[in-house]
C-alpha cells in the first residue's frame, strides 16, 4: 500500500510538472528559435513517412495485373502524394519565415534581446 502511495505521489508531481511548463508556454508570446527544431523535425518525419508510403503502394502498384481497377487506385493515390510533396518546401519556409519576424518584431517592440 505504501509503494502504491509513493507512485501516485510521483504521478502528482509529474502532472504538477507539467501544467507549469503548459503555463509557462502560454505565457510566450509568438514562436522562438527554439521553436523551429521540433517543427522541422516534425515536417521531416512527414515527408519520410510520405516517401516510405509512395514506394509501397507503386511497389504494390506494379505486382497487380495492368489497367485494373486496383492499380489504377494505387497510382491515382502515389500521384496525388507526388502533388503534395512540392508544398513541404514552402511550408517549411513560412515557418522559417514567422519565426524570423517574430523575432524581429520583438527586438524592434523593446521587449529586450532574443
Known amino acids: 500500500m505504501e509503494q502504491l502511495r509513493s507512485v501516485l505521489d510521483k504521478k502528482k508531481g ?5 501544467k507549469d511548463k503548459v503555463k509557462a508556454n502560454k505565457s510566450k508570446k ?3 528559435l527554439g521553436d523551429l527544431y521540433p517543427v522541422i523535425l516534425t515536417i521531416a518525419l512527414v515527408a519520410i513517412l510520405l516517401a516510405i508510403v509512395m514506394f509501397v503502394l507503386n511497389e504494390f502498384g506494379d505486382q497487380m495485373d495492368n489497367d485494373s481497377a486496383a492499380e489504377n487506385a494505387t497510382e491515382d493515390i502515389v500521384d496525388d502524394f507526388s502533388d503534395f510533396v512540392p508544398w513541404i518546401g514552402v511550408i ?6 514567422a ?5 524581429v518584431i520583438r527586438s524592434f517592440a523593446g521587449q529586450g534581446r532574443v
Do not use: D
Not at 517549411?92 to 519565415?97: K, Y
Open 30 to 32: 509568438g514562436m522562438n
Open 14 to 18: 509529474l502532472a504538477q510538472k507539467m
Open 92 to 97: 517549411l519556409l513560412v515557418v522559417a519565415a
Open 99 to 103: 519565426i524570423v519576424l517574430g523575432i
